[in-house]
């Protein structure tokens, strides 16, 4: 049982209260912010860098190759996720702040989390391997798809997605990325190796973006904003797209006809949103003064996909074929 119950203790999640805590409670503002957002860059391009070196070639060239399993995937992931967002994103903007607003639908866009996905799939007994290359190939595809995508479905105005920012990614995020993949032949072992140590580095990457979004958004008056009214509403809302996440992708790999253990690998690769892309893609995208606003949506997501998946996965692992 104890077993059952570790993801819920997940560090990410304290992470990100810390992280959130930090943004509110001593805000890097002012002269603060140039060196702040520096440091969350350069953060960022390491974390790129080192997930170039341990995605292996090989799992990206397998990916291609189960068409029917990872097809549909993509599409679930940047098709039917990113509408639900734009939906959701439409209603929220009658309750809460616009910018806070089009936050669900940068959450619909952003590709799954790797390390939760691959954890859930082996707690439920599903296909693991399915698992990890199909996180890795929508890791990968988000780097390049979800700004394109968010702005196409109306969130060009406030990322302002022009050939600044397209250079941005491309070296903070694509670059370092190519980098990792040309190295991994003499890096990868040794990443394999410290993967414990790795993981930290994610967390603490994760952290500094998510406290530099936050301390622009306290600076924009974060608090005065929102009442009880607008907390409840988001929490509602965050909760519905989490229910229908879940719920269409089981259903989805049921009418594709998928095994059970595959059904379970298409749950978790396709429900769960990366915050380990999303913070650090809204960094580049967003002002420091817009970015805490629209990601506050997906880091809720993504404290309650932990909360949630863990007795999910478990329930599941007793359902075979």
């Given at each position: 049982?104890?077993?059952?119950?570790?993801?819920?203790?997940?560090?990410?999640?304290?992470?990100?209260?810390?992280?959130?805590?930090?943004?509110?409670?001593?805000?890097?503002?002012?002269?603060?912010?140039?060196?702040?957002?520096?440091?969350?860059?350069?953060?960022?391009?390491?974390?790129?860098?080192?997930?170039?070196?341990?995605?292996?070639?090989?799992?990206?060239?397998?990916?291609?190759?189960?068409?029917?399993?990872?097809?549909?995937?993509?599409?679930?992931?940047?098709?039917?996720?990113?509408?639900?967002?734009?939906?959701?994103?439409?209603?929220?903007?009658?309750?809460?702040?616009?910018?806070?607003?089009?936050?669900?639908?940068?959450?619909?866009t952003l590709?799954?989390?790797?390390?939760?996905?691959?954890?859930?799939?082996?707690?439920?007994?599903?296909?693991?391997?399915?698992?990890?290359?199909?996180?890795?190939?929508?890791?990968?595809?988000?780097?390049?798809?979800?700004?394109?995508?968010?702005?196409?479905?109306?969130?060009?105005?406030?990322?302002?997605?022009?050939?600044e920012t397209?250079?941005?990614?491309?070296?903070?995020?694509?670059?370092?990325?190519?980098?990792?993949?040309?190295v991994q032949?003499?890096?990868?072992?040794?990443?394999?190796?410290?993967?414990?140590?790795?993981?930290?580095?994610?967390?603490?990457?994760?952290?500094?973006?998510?406290?530099?979004?936050?301390?622009?958004?306290?600076?924009?008056?974060?608090?005065?904003?929102?009442?009880?009214?607008?907390?409840?509403?988001?929490?509602?809302?965050?909760?519905?797209?989490?229910?229908?996440?879940?719920?269409?992708?089981?259903?989805?790999?049921?009418?594709?006809?998928?095994?059970?253990?595959?059904?379970?690998?298409?749950?978790?690769?396709?429900?769960?949103?990366?915050?380990?892309?999303?913070?650090?893609?809204?960094?580049?995208?967003?002002?420091?003064?817009?970015?805490?606003?629209?990601?506050?949506?997906?880091?809720?997501?993504?404290?309650?996909?932990?909360?949630?998946?863990?007795?999910?996965?478990?329930?599941?692992?007793?359902?075979?074929?």
């Amino acid at each position: 049982m104890l077993q059952r119950l570790a993801p819920l203790a997940d560090p990410m999640i304290a992470v990100l209260l810390v992280a959130t805590l930090a943004g509110f409670v001593l805000p890097a503002t002012g002269e603060m912010r140039e060196p702040a957002q520096l440091v969350t860059n350069v953060a960022i391009f390491v974390l790129f860098l080192v997930n170039g070196m341990r995605v292996a070639r090989s799992e990206i060239a397998r990916g291609f190759v189960n068409w029917r399993f990872f097809l549909p995937l993509m599409l679930f992931v940047f098709g039917a996720m990113a509408l639900m967002g734009l939906g959701l994103s439409l209603v929220a903007a009658a309750v809460l702040p616009p910018m806070v607003a089009i936050g669900f639908l940068y959450l619909g866009t952003l590709p799954s989390t790797i390390q939760s996905a691959i954890s859930y799939t082996t707690l439920a007994e599903g296909n693991v391997a399915l698992s990890v290359i199909g996180a890795a190939l929508i890791n990968i595809a988000g780097v390049f798809v979800t700004a394109p995508l968010f702005a196409a479905l109306g969130g060009g105005e406030l990322a302002e997605i022009g050939s600044e920012t397209i250079l941005r990614i491309g070296l903070i995020l694509i670059l370092p990325f190519a980098i990792g993949q040309a190295v991994q032949g003499w890096t990868r072992g040794w990443v394999l190796k410290h993967k414990a140590r790795i993981v930290w580095l994610d967390r603490i990457v994760i952290g500094i973006a998510v406290y530099v979004a936050f301390s622009g958004a306290v600076e924009q008056g974060l608090m005065s904003m929102f009442g009880g009214i607008e907390w409840g509403a988001l929490l509602g809302l965050v909760v519905a797209f989490l229910f229908a996440a879940n719920v269409s992708a089981w259903l989805s790999s049921g009418v594709l006809g998928f095994a059970m253990a595959d059904r379970k690998a298409f749950l978790f690769a396709a429900s769960q949103k990366s915050v380990a892309i999303g913070a650090p893609l809204a960094a580049i995208l967003f002002a420091p003064e817009i970015a805490g606003f629209v990601i506050a949506p997906l880091l809720l997501y993504h404290l309650l996909q932990l909360m949630i998946a863990a007795p999910l996965a478990s329930s599941l692992s007793a359902q075979t074929d």
